[in-house]
């Protein structure tokens, strides 16, 4: 679900211009710059971004309370206090930052009615994006080394190992 929020379709905004004309004097030739990019996902009527705004805002708000109920429990029930729930403490933690890298963004966009986003924040959003996938796939991996040392070479052969 997430991957849909921050993959929506891309094309030219016409608040920017698509191609910049630079001339052909003196050996120079067109270019293109790309400055922002229209958000076209969820591009429908006024009262359909309105109820899209509803539900993305209270599934954020579900996800954000979940994960943090998971991690005060965890942090304070001292019969929680092995490696799975460490573990599963920092896994909610990674999901409160992957809701928190996409959502905020859409919510804005549905509130605005802007639905472009610049060049900038989209590699910065992509960026985090990418890291925190990267840092679940850590967290996966030590998981399994420490809750289970012996079955560890059995579970990540090679092929697993490629395919995250």
Not at 84 to 90: A, H, I, S, V
Not at 132 to 150: K, S
Request: hydrophobic share 45%; glycine share 4%.
């Amino acid at each position: 679900m997430n991957s849909l929020l921050w993959n929506c379709s891309v094309c030219f905004s016409p608040l920017t211009p698509a191609g910049i004309a630079v001339g052909t004097q003196h050996g120079m030739k067109n270019q293109t710059a790309v400055r922002e990019f229209i958000l076209l996902g969820f591009s429908y009527g006024l009262q359909v971004q309105t109820s899209l705004y509803l539900i993305f805002l209270a599934t954020y708000m579900v996800t954000i309370t979940e994960n943090a109920v998971i991690i005060f429990v965890v942090k304070r029930n001292r019969h929680l206090q092995k490696p799975m729930y460490y573990f599963l403490g920092n896994l909610s933690f990674l999901e409160i930052c992957f809701v928190s890298v996409t959502l905020p963004r859409l919510l804005l966009g549905f509130r605005s009615q802007c639905m472009t986003i610049s060049f900038s924040s989209c590699m910065t959003q992509l960026y985090f994006f990418i890291s925190l996938m990267c840092t679940e796939c850590v967290i996966c991996d030590r998981y399994l080394g420490v809750c289970h040392p012996l079955r560890y070479p059995a579970i990540r052969t090679t092929s697993c190992v490629f395919s995250c």
